[in-house]
């Protein structure tokens, strides 16, 4: 390699990786606190590497800079990446504290010391009781605990839980940042990429196990599910192997999933390869959570529709529905008009309440970059998750779910605020039907009509390719339109026109702490401490607050939830200096909610 990047530089050439669109310089010398000069040299500094496989940095006057490569040169970029990466920087405080909860997690029977720990990271006794008690916060949410005695310090816990953390924190270490897609396509080609699991060092068959795999079902196994399922196994194996099984799963797990033969024979197939390979014996209860994997992974042919639970198709429809609606009914903004956004999220949900069932989490490497990007929408779906989640009496969604979700209104709300194909369709006439879309082009510069018909060839076309059906007759068709005069009214142009602003894209992210000084809620309290504030909750409204329910958007502004026999809203106040607020909403009725929630967001 001709020379070796900076970290800065690094970072510059994953964020043109990650979005090859023409990109002002000033948008990279935003997103990395540096001046646009910086981020020039920075470029010049990229230029002269990347040219070793003859790609280009294009600069665009009025459009910025962006890469120009094919699908063989975006692999030799991908190894640049990895090759700049794997420079010996210093380890960092974040990266310690994943090694150390890695190891623990790995060898959960053995011990370990404070004084080991400390020679081995060249950091102080006191930096290493700092990182165990971090590492103790963490691991809660999975319900291990640390264990203290004169032998040292190791964890203790079910192994179920263990191998559920092991997950989270291998994904967490894959160095994560704005290169998380480049980092995931790595991780599909160089083994390596997962660290943490030396004696394993066979990654390849295991790849090889969910190629077959996706060849067996004709279906290709999208990220994140891909990276989980692989680490799974890699983890199942090797705890296997050292003696660490399972425990009996809970019955209750598949009470809302019908068990689906051929994947399950799949699931069978895997472990009689991996007992061939490695010469181990896996219990039975292990193929059943290799099964639950694969179904919580929407791994369904796309050759042979399997079929859920009468149960748990209802459920998804119903809950993807409900969602729709909470998000249309804060943002304003008609999701439901079109069924495009309900097919697509069902094909998530689904596989998600089967993660819930399971106890099943995914690792969404993108979650803090979507939170800042899109920080009220997130706020929004969150809210919404929550209420929906409520309403159906299940466990409440991870942020990182969360985020996935927020992908599929974000690339709604894009597709709504785009220029609308739409289709015309009169009784008969082709001189009215012209009339009728040649003032439509006149009053609405944002419609485009991409096809006129009659009312009698209208089975003959496919209605999903238009954003907007617009009718001079009625229609006996489930998909929305709406209907006009041939001549084109000003009452059908409102109408239109109300119609097309209930679909633009949300505003910018407003100061939700500026909106607290509007609420007028029924009763405002001030708080000293976060001791203070949960005592005041409790003394002035009886409700015992579950931190996990508590929806953030940032530390200064949190937000409660709680389902009452009373429509009530309670502000508390932080006194000292920095503006926080805690705002409960106390509710019995779904309208007063949402007109509550508004106000704020």
Known sequence: MAQLLNQRQIDLFKLLLSDNSYKPIKNFANKLNVSNKTIASDLDEIQAIIKEVDVTIKRKRGSGVKLLYNDQQLLDLMEIINDQNSTNDPISVEERRAEIARTLLLNSKEYTTIQKLSDQYYVSRTSILNDLKYIEASFKEFNIKIIRSRDGTRISAKEIDIRNALVYVLQENINYNSNYLIEYQILRQNESTIEGLDEINEVKFFQKLLNDLESDINKIIYEPYYTNLLTHLLIMTRRV?????????????????????????????????????????IPENEVLYIYQYLISSGASSNNQTFEFDNKLELISKKFTHKLIVVVSDLSEIDFAYTNRLFQALLLHIKPMLNRLNAEIRIKNPLLQEMKAEFSNLFFMIRIAADIVCDLFEIKKISLDEVAYIMTYFQSEIEKLSSNK????????????????????????????????????????????DFDLIISTVKLNIETPYILVSAFLSETDIRNIKNLLDKQLPLKSVQNLKQNFKILEPAATYNFKTKTDLLNKVKQKTGLKINKEQLISLDKKVQLYLAKSNQNKDTLFCFE??????????????????????????
Do not use: M, W
Not at 445 to 458: E, G, Q, R
């Open 241 to 281: 192997k050292e003696g660490n099984n399972l425990e009996q799963l809970n019955s209750g797990s598949f009470d809302i999933t019908q068990i689906n033969n051929r994947l399950y024979k799949n699931a069978y197939k895997i472990v009689n390869k991996i007992e061939n390979h490695y010469q181990i014996t």
């Open 576 to 601: 000292g200096s920095e503006n926080s607020n805690f705002y409960l909403i106390e509710y019995q009725d779904y309208p007063y909610l949402i007109n509550k929630l508004k106000i704020l967001i």
């Open 421 to 464: 194909k739409a289709l015309v369709i009169c009784h008969s006439g082709y001189g009215t039907s012209q009339l009728l879309a040649t003032r439509l082009k006149k009053s609405f510069s944002n419609i485009t009509v991409s096809n006129v018909i009659s009312s009698s060839k209208l089975n003959s076309i496919s209605l999903d």
